[in-house]
């Protein structure tokens, strides 16, 4: 069990500069997220701290210890990679029990090891296969097992939900959670699935352009996004930005639609963002957006409405007996206390909700 | 696809072709070994003819043949062994680091004529007094094991996921270990293939043996020049050597047919 600790670490593939100084502290017991676009550096943190890529300046601590120039072998981690990469000369009993020969434990703990990760992960059936004769969800499982039976300091999960089928992510999404709750121990899990980064993480490490935009729980992130790039990345569908001005407490969209916002300071220009679950349908008349439907994707639990508004596509998400169809006009009421304002040059939050 | 029967006919007709080329001397020499010697020289060579053994029992009774046999397999195996401890760590790293240029260099050492070598390393070997013995010849013929295992194993190591590799580090190995355990295992196919080609060339090789050998360290291939005189030369003895030389390499890539095709092509196609 162990905190991490980033201090200024900066990453350059020869000239280029992935990860500016960075600071970031991962308490213990943690289930922490590293979520952001492909290309973030997400991955490269990840790797940094297994120390398969080496940091070009700063220091990293795992608990006390400076890590800069310990090899993985010595870091007393454990990782799960995005294609499995279990080794195919080996059973699943040789594959889980590889890092603890390396290690140089007894063999009757050893054997006793590998006993429990496979009756927790439901391998015991598969053992003696060697991971061509398994599914994607069972390699994806060996490759836990093989992490757990290590009992390491630190896990690190580098994009493991990726290669499988939808159901199958979710179920195993759980799984991890749920192994998170019972082992207890510092885990840290890359992704670019926000679904993922919100239903798992402890805390949420939004990342773009190896920058870290925000760092709080998922109910912070999404509430409280720091800036546009957040508001817009987490959640599903994304958030909508409205260009518009605000005088006197009232705001102007770019359409004309005008929109009582007490108590906002004056802007020439600022964006809202409203996300789409807080657009509701209200009676025609009533003060809102009124929209022209382009297309419906109903979701049984609600139905998706997208719109253009002065030439721009948008999203509201509506409960489904609304059942609007296409061609139809809406009136979309906004609640006021729900809207986000940002700066509309820098991206920067100007008001929470 | 069904090919057109001109097509398939071509196939046939230019693998033929190929086949009369390579077949057509190998299939002289073994003839040739088993006739007597107004037979060999006969022109036109006859095709029906009273084999013999005389050459083998000539062969076997005046020249020392066992003794020579033994320098080559000693010197062979030597060298491959060599050539594997060598070539198979410098692979592994050439594929992990992508630093490319020392393979390269080891490559151009094994296209230089041998005859480059060959002055420096008299001297060299003479002022270590190493002339006539088998170290000169296991070095040396590790000039030529050494590139083949290293490029025929750079493929092949080329194709193991960068993720494995990176997997055993994490579970605890050092670069050493990684090899071994993880490495060697998932391209012992293409070590086999290596392992072949190697001895083969190394058994064949004959300008060394012929310069850094002496009376008794000679291999086989630079033995059998002897059957080549000044004035006269005994075609059904040289024959019947080059038959017994050619037997070895033969027999191995017979052995393993099938891992010498699947090794060859590994790493041109993803498995």
């Given amino acids: 069990m162990a905190s991490i600790r980033f201090q200024g670490v900066v990453k350059r593939f020869g000239t280029t500069e992935v990860i500016p100084p960075l600071d970031l502290v991962i308490e213990d017991h943690e289930f922490v997220v590293f979520v952001g676009p492909s290309g973030c550096g997400k991955s490269t943190l990840l790797r940094m701290i297994a120390g398969l890529e080496t940091a070009t300046a700063g220091e990293l601590f795992i608990g006390e210890r400076r890590v800069n120039s310990v090899p993985p072998a010595q870091r007393d981690i454990s990782m799960v990679f995005q294609d499995y990469a279990l080794y195919p000369h080996m059973t699943v009993r040789q594959n889980m029990a590889f890092g603890l020969e390396m290690r140089n434990l007894p063999r009757a703990e050893i054997a006793e090891r590998v006993d429990r990760a496979a009756r927790m992960l439901q391998l015991e059936a598969l053992l003696d296969r060697r991971p061509k004769a398994l599914s994607g969800g069972q390699r994806q499982r060996v490759a836990m097992g093989r992490a757990i039976v290590r009992e390491p300091k630190v896990f690190l999960f580098d994009e493991p939900l990726s290669n499988l089928d939808a159901k199958l992510r979710g179920q195993v999404r759980a799984e991890i959670k749920a192994l998170s709750q019972t082992l207890r121990t510092t885990m840290i899990f890359v992704t670019h699935d926000q679904v993922e980064a919100m239903t798992m993480a ?138 986000h304002l940002f700066d509309p040059d820098t991206g920067v939050t100007l008001r929470h909700r | 696809m069904e090919r057109p029967a001109w097509l398939r006919l071509l196939t046939v007709v230019q693998l033929g072709i190929i086949g009369i080329v390579i077949l057509a001397p190998l299939g002289w020499m073994v003839l040739s070994s088993f006739k007597s010697s107004q037979d060999v020289t ?64 080891t490559l151009a050492a094994r296209m230089a004529p041998g005859t480059l070598f060959l002055l420096p390393w008299y001297v060299m070997f003479r002022e270590l007094g190493l002339i006539g013995s088998y170290w000169a010849l296991i070095l040396t013929h590790a000039v030529i094991t050494m590139p083949i295992v290293i490029w025929v194993l750079l493929p092949s190591f080329d194709a193991i996921p960068r993720s494995v590799l990176e997997a055993a580090q994490v579970d605890g190995c050092g670069i050493i270990r990684s090899l071994w355990r993880i490495a060697l295992p998932l391209v012992s196919a293409g070590l086999v293939v290596a392992s072949i080609l190697a001895f083969v060339f190394s058994w064949n090789y004959f300008l060394f043996a012929l310069v850094l050998a002496n009376s008794e360290t000679k291999t086989l291939i630079a033995a059998a020049f002897n059957f080549v005189g000044e004035g006269s030369t005994d075609w059904g003895g040289l024959m019947a050597a080059a038959t017994l030389i050619a037997l070895p390499p033969l027999l191995l890539a017979a052995a393993v047919q099938r891992w010498l095709i699947s090794g060859l092509t590994m790493g041109a196609v993803k498995g």
Avoid at chain 1, 236 to 241: L, T, Y
Avoid at chain 1, 319 to 326: L, S, V
Wanted: glycine residues 10%.
């Fill in chain 1, 202 to 339: 402890d805390r949420l490490v939004v990342l773009e352009a190896g920058r870290i935009q925000q760092v709080g729980t998922p109910e912070a992130v999404y509430e409280q996004p720091a800036n546009r790039f957040v508001a817009g990345f987490i959640g599903s569908p994304s958030m909508n930005f409205f260009p518009a001005s605000l005088k006197d407490g009232v705001a102007t969209l770019a359409d004309g639609t005008r929109l009582a916002l007490p108590g906002c300071v004056d802007h020439d220009a600022v964006t809202i963002g409203v996300r789409p679950e807080t657009m509701l349908p209200v009676p025609a008349g009533s003060p809102g957006l009124v929209v022209g439907i382009d297309l419906v994707e109903p979701l049984g639990s609600d139905t998706l409405v997208h719109f253009r508004c002065a030439g721009t596509g948008y999203v509201a998400r509506v409960p489904p007996e609304t059942r609007p169809r296409p061609g139809d006009t809406l009136t979309l009421g906004i609640d006021p206390a729900r809207v």
């Fill in chain 2, 42 to 105: 006969a022109y036109p060579p006859s095709l029906i003819f009273a084999p013999t053994l005389d050459n083998y029992v000539h062969l076997l009774g005046t020249t020392p043949f066992i003794d020579y046999a033994r320098n080559s397999l000693i010197v062979t195996i030597g060298s491959t062994v060599l050539g594997i401890v060598l070539g198979v760590p410098s692979a592994y790293v050439v594929s992990l680091t992508r630093i490319s240029w020392p393979a390269l260099l």
